[in-house]
T-cell receptor, first 115, second 113 residues
Framework: GAGVSQSPRYKVTKRGQDVALRCDPI?????LYWYRQALGQGPEFLTY????????KSGLPNDRFSAERPEGSISTLTIQRTEQRDSAMYRC?????????????FGPGTRLTVL | QQQVKQSPQSLIVQKGGISIINCAYE??????FPWYQQFPGKGPALLIA?????SEKKEGRFTISFNKSAKQFSLHIMDSQPGDSATYFC????????????FGKGTRLSVIA
C-alpha cells in the first residue's frame, strides 16, 4: 500500500508569497500531524488533526501559518507572506489511531526555500 | 526549553561494535518513549519504543534501556552494521490527552567497516 505522500517535494518561493503544502496520509488513518524539521534537528511539532478536527495548533509559529483537513483525509499547510526564516523541511505524519502511542508514519517532506 | 536532550550529536562505530545513544527528558508526565530512524532523503521511521513500566526492551539487535528515576533512556545497537548508518531520534510523549511527540535533536551514526 502507498505510504504518506507530500507535494510538492521542493518549493522555492520569493519572500512575501503564499505557499500551500499538501499531505496525503495513508488511507484510513485517523490522525495527521505536521512538523517542521530544520537541518540537523529533530522534527518540531506544528499542529495535528483527528479526522477533520484540528486538535492542537500550539506549535504553529505565528498567524501566518494555518492548516486544514476539511474531509478528514488530505491536509494543506498554508504559509502566508513567507519569510526567509520559514525555509525548512516540512513533514507530515499519519497514524491509524488517535492515541499518542500510535506509530507515526512520516512522509518524504517538502523542502521549502524562501529567497 | 528543550524537553528531550539527546547525545552525542554524531557517532562513529566500527562494524560489529556497539552503538549507544542517550536521551534525557524533563517532563515526568512523559510515559512513552519511541526511537525513530531516518535515512538520507527519507522521513523518520519508528524503530523501537518503550513504556516506563519496564526497564529494558529488546528487538533483535536494538535495545532500549530506561531509567525512570534518572529520567534517562538510551538506544543500544549491538553488532552495528554499515546499513545502520542513519540519523536516530529519540522522542517522548504523554499518552493521556494525545500529546504530540517531542523529539531530540538527533544523532548521526556512521558505522564503518
Amino acid at each position: 500500500g502507498a505510504g504518506v505522500s507530500q507535494s510538492p517535494r521542493y518549493k522555492v518561493t520569493k519572500r512575501g508569497q503564499d505557499v500551500a503544502l499538501r499531505c496525503d496520509p495513508i488511507s484510513g488513518h485517523v490522525s495527521l500531524y505536521w512538523y517542521r524539521q530544520a537541518l540537523g534537528q529533530g522534527p518540531e511539532f506544528l499542529t495535528y488533526f483527528n479526522y477533520e478536527a484540528q486538535q492542537d495548533k500550539s506549535g504553529l509559529p505565528n498567524d501566518r501559518f494555518s492548516a486544514e483537513r476539511p474531509e478528514g483525509s488530505i491536509s494543506t499547510l498554508t504559509i502566508q507572506r513567507t519569510e526567509q526564516r520559514d525555509s525548512a523541511m516540512y513533514r507530515c505524519a499519519s497514524t491509524s489511531g488517535a492515541s499518542s502511542y500510535n506509530e507515526q508514519f512520516f512522509g518524504p517532506g517538502t523542502r521549502l526555500t524562501v529567497l | 526549553q528543550q524537553q528531550v536532550k539527546q547525545s552525542p550529536q554524531s557517532l562513529i562505530v566500527q562494524k560489529g561494535g556497539i552503538s549507544i545513544i542517550n536521551c534525557a527528558y524533563e517532563n515526568t508526565a512523559f510515559d512513552y518513549f519511541p526511537w525513530y530512524q531516518q535515512f538520507p532523503g527519507k522521513g523518520p521511521a519508528l524503530l523501537i519504543a518503550i513504556r516506563p513500566d519496564v526497564s529494558e526492551k529488546k528487538e533483535g539487535r536494538f535495545t532500549i534501556s530506561f531509567n525512570k528515576s534518572a529520567k534517562q533512556f538510551s538506544l543500544h545497537i549491538m553488532d552495528s552494521q554499515p546499513g545502520d548508518s542513519a540519523t536516530y531520534f529519540c522522542a517522548a510523549t504523554r499518552t493521556s490527552g494525545n500529546t504530540p511527540l517531542v523529539f531530540g535533536k538527533g544523532t548521526r551514526l556512521s558505522v564503518i567497516a
